[in-house]
C-alpha cells in the first residue's frame, strides 16, 4: 500500500541552525501539507501546498519556516533559524486532488529537538 | 471557527467490552468530520469520514461514529475492543480554508484496552 514517508525519524539540533525536514507523499497526489504537534497539544495546520505554491497557510506558518518541491517525489519543510518552541512532531501529508474528500494520508512524522 | 473537543483524554476498556470515545464540535455551518487513529510509532490513519452523507459512518477495524446535529456530536464507537485497537484518538473537523487540507485536531483520546 502506497505511503507517505519522511526523513529523519528523530533529528536533533542546536537553536539557531537551519533544518530541513523531508518528505515523500504518495506518487499521483497532488496536495501536500505539514502539521506539526508539539508534545502534549494539538496536532496543528502548517501549509498547504498545490501546483508549486502555499494555498494556505496558518499563523503559525511565518517566515522562518518554507517549503520546497525540489523535484518531482520530495516535499521538504525548511526552518532557517531553529527556536526552543519549534522542538514539536511534524507531520507531513498528501492528498489525490480527484478524491476530494478532504481524506490525508500523513507520515509518520519526523521528531524535531531544539536544544 | 471550527473546533473539536474530545471529552476525555484517556479511556480504559477491557478487551470484548464496547468503544465509546466522544466527541464534540463546533461549526458555524454543515461540517465534514473525520476520526483519525495514530498507534505508537506510526502516522496517522483516517478511521472514517462525514461529509454530509448518512449520520452513521462506518470506517475500518468494527469502528462507527454517529453525526447528530442537534447534540453536535461526532461519537466514536466499537461493540467489542481488541487489543489492537490500542492507541490514540483524533476527532477532526476540517476548517474553512480553501485548499480543504487545514485539519483541526482534538486534544487525542488515549484509548487503553485491559487483556
Known amino acids: 500500500e502506497p505511503e507517505v514517508t519522511q526523513t529523519p525519524s528523530h533529528q536533533v539540533t542546536q537553536m539557531g541552525q537551519e533544518v530541513i525536514l523531508r518528505c515523500v507523499p504518495i506518487s499521483n497526489h497532488l496536495y501536500f501539507y505539514w502539521y506539526r504537534q508539539i508534545l502534549g497539544q494539538k496536532v496543528e495546520f502548517l501549509v498547504s501546498f498545490y501546483n508549486n505554491e502555499i494555498s494556505e497557510k496558518s499563523e503559525i506558518f511565518d517566515d522562518q519556516f518554507s517549503v520546497e518541491r525540489p523535484d518531482g517525489s520530495n516535499f521538504t519543510l525548511k526552518i532557517r533559524s531553529t527556536k526552543l518552541e519549534d522542538s514539536a512532531m511534524y507531520f507531513c501529508a498528501s492528498s489525490d486532488l480527484l478524491l476530494n474528500t478532504g481524506e490525508l494520508f500523513f507520515g509518520e512524522g519526523s521528531r524535531l529537538t531544539v536544544l | 471557527a471550527q473546533s473539536v473537543t474530545q471529552l476525555d483524554s484517556h479511556v480504559s476498556v477491557s478487551e470484548g467490552t464496547p468503544v465509546l470515545l466522544r466527541c464534540n464540535y463546533s461549526s458555524s455551518y454543515s461540517p465534514s468530520l473525520f476520526w483519525y487513529v495514530q498507534h505508537p510509532n506510526k502516522g496517522l490513519q483516517l478511521l472514517l469520514k462525514?461529509?454530509?452523507?448518512?449520520?452513521l459512518v462506518k470506517g475500518i477495524n468494527g469502528f462507527e461514529a454517529e453525526f447528530k446535529k442537534s447534540e453536535t456530536s461526532f461519537h466514536l464507537t466499537k461493540p467489542s475492543a481488541h487489543m489492537s485497537d490500542a492507541a490514540e484518538y483524533f476527532c477532526?473537523?476540517?476548517?474553512?480554508?480553501?485548499?480543504?487540507?487545514?485539519?483541526?485536531f482534538g486534544k487525542g483520546t488515549k484509548l487503553s484496552v485491559k487483556p
Open positions: 462525514y461529509t454530509s452523507a448518512a449520520t
Open positions: 477532526v473537523v476540517r476548517g474553512d480554508g480553501g485548499s480543504q487540507g487545514n485539519l483541526i
